[in-house]
């Protein structure tokens, strides 16, 4: 097994003396964000290619354009075909050099405007997903950082606690805005969850095997007060620590996997950035992190 190296922190950043600071900019390992940028980078070619694919699409349609509120006041206009292809090809080749380390703040920040306009575009003709805001968000502030790296696994920053930490906020305001805006819809929280959501989306779009929860009415209404709960109390997972921690992004991927399962709903942008709350570092070989971890021990 290998042996965990004691951080020490880069030279140029003091600790903060403030409890709040010291939460929000917390010294992790650097190598922590280097394994995350390959996560998020290697997924936005995927979302890019399947998920938000549809850019290309959308040129032939200018005239249904319909911009979101920062994309009009950047003053964005519609894509054309050539365009977004020239769009994806960008995305994809900053998105290869930024995952290899290769220079490392340009193809970030590359990345960042590029997949930032993409999502303006997927995003900007009456649909709006709110699955991909911590994405767009991990996007955003991975270039921050600045040079990180697989080796080291022993050299702790604020900077990249910093950056992880606004990932997972980001994640879990996804989950609870999602129950602040089913109560502002609805006008009263107790209709939604005494509701018929989960029957429709069941009747809809449901698998074979989950036809049967329609007999189960009241299995499916506790079923939707259990996701108002969970979504209300996602903010403590910033909390949570150790077991509890892991226990609590388990929870969450298998509640997205039964429901891509059951509706074919997968949410896997906000997914992928669950990782933000993960020790990363352990996932980098030993042999990378021989540099690093004699310089910690030194």
């Given at each position: 097994?290998?042996?965990?190296?004691t951080?020490?922190?880069?030279p140029?950043?003091?600790a903060?003396?403030?409890?709040f600071?010291?939460?929000?900019?917390?010294?992790?390992?650097?190598?922590r964000?280097?394994?995350?940028?390959?996560?998020?980078?290697?997924?936005i070619?995927?979302?890019?290619?399947?998920?938000?694919g549809?850019?290309?699409?959308?040129?032939?349609t200018?005239?249904?354009?319909?911009?979101?509120?920062?994309?009009?006041?950047?003053h964005?206009?519609?894509?054309?075909?050539?365009?977004?292809?020239?769009?994806?090809?960008?995305?994809?080749?900053?998105?290869?050099l930024?995952?290899?380390?290769?220079?490392?703040?340009?193809?970030?920040?590359?990345?960042?405007?590029?997949?930032?306009?993409?999502?303006f575009?997927?995003q900007?003709?009456?649909?709006?997903?709110?699955?991909?805001m911590?994405?767009?968000?991990?996007?955003?502030?991975?270039?921050?950082?600045?040079?990180?790296?697989f080796?080291?696994?022993?050299?702790a920053?604020?900077?990249?606690?910093?950056?992880?930490?606004?990932?997972?906020?980001?994640?879990?305001?996804?989950?609870?805005?999602?129950a602040?805006?089913?109560?502002?819809?609805?006008?009263?929280?107790?209709?939604?969850?005494?509701?018929?959501?989960?029957?429709?989306a069941?009747m809809?779009?449901?698998?074979?095997?989950?036809?049967?929860?329609?007999?189960?009415?009241?299995?499916?209404?506790?079923?939707?007060?259990?996701t108002?709960?969970?979504?209300?109390?996602?903010?403590?997972a910033?909390?949570?620590?150790?077991?509890?921690?892991?226990?609590?992004?388990?929870?969450?991927c298998?509640?997205h996997?039964?429901?891509?399962?059951?509706l074919?709903?997968?949410?896997?942008?906000?997914?992928?950035?669950w990782?933000?709350f993960?020790?990363?570092?352990?996932?980098?070989?030993?042999?990378f992190?021989?540099?690093?971890t004699a310089?910690?021990?030194?």
């Amino acid at each position: 097994m290998r042996r965990t190296p004691t951080l020490t922190t880069t030279p140029a950043e003091a600790a903060p003396t403030n409890a709040f600071l010291r939460w929000f900019l917390p010294e992790l390992p650097l190598a922590r964000v280097a394994v995350f940028r390959v996560f998020i980078y290697l997924f936005i070619i995927i979302d890019v290619l399947t998920i938000s694919g549809d850019v290309i699409a959308h040129g032939w349609t200018p005239e249904f354009y319909q911009p979101l509120w920062l994309a009009r006041f950047l003053h964005i206009p519609a894509v054309s075909v050539l365009g977004a292809q020239l769009l994806l090809t960008a995305i994809i080749v900053f998105s290869l050099l930024a995952a290899a380390g290769i220079l490392q703040r340009i193809s970030g920040w590359a990345v960042a405007i590029t997949f930032g306009l993409w999502m303006f575009y997927t995003q900007g003709y009456g649909y709006v997903a709110h699955d991909h805001m911590a994405l767009v968000i991990a996007a955003l502030v991975l270039p921050t950082v600045g040079v990180a790296r697989f080796r080291d696994v022993g050299t702790a920053s604020a900077k990249a606690g910093w950056a992880l930490r606004v990932v997972q906020i980001a994640v879990v305001l996804t989950y609870f805005y999602s129950a602040v805006m089913k109560w502002i819809a609805s006008g009263n929280i107790a209709e939604w969850g005494n509701g018929a959501v989960i029957i429709w989306a069941l009747m809809r779009r449901g698998a074979e095997w989950s036809k049967p929860f329609l007999e189960m009415p009241g299995f499916l209404i506790a079923g939707q007060w259990a996701t108002l709960a969970f979504e209300f109390l996602s903010p403590l997972a910033l909390l949570a620590k150790g077991k509890w921690l892991y226990g609590v992004v388990a929870f969450f991927c298998v509640f997205h996997l039964l429901t891509y399962l059951a509706l074919g709903i997968h949410f896997l942008p906000t997914v992928i950035c669950w990782a933000a709350f993960l020790p990363l570092e352990k996932l980098v070989p030993g042999r990378f992190t021989s540099t690093g971890t004699a310089r910690a021990q030194s």
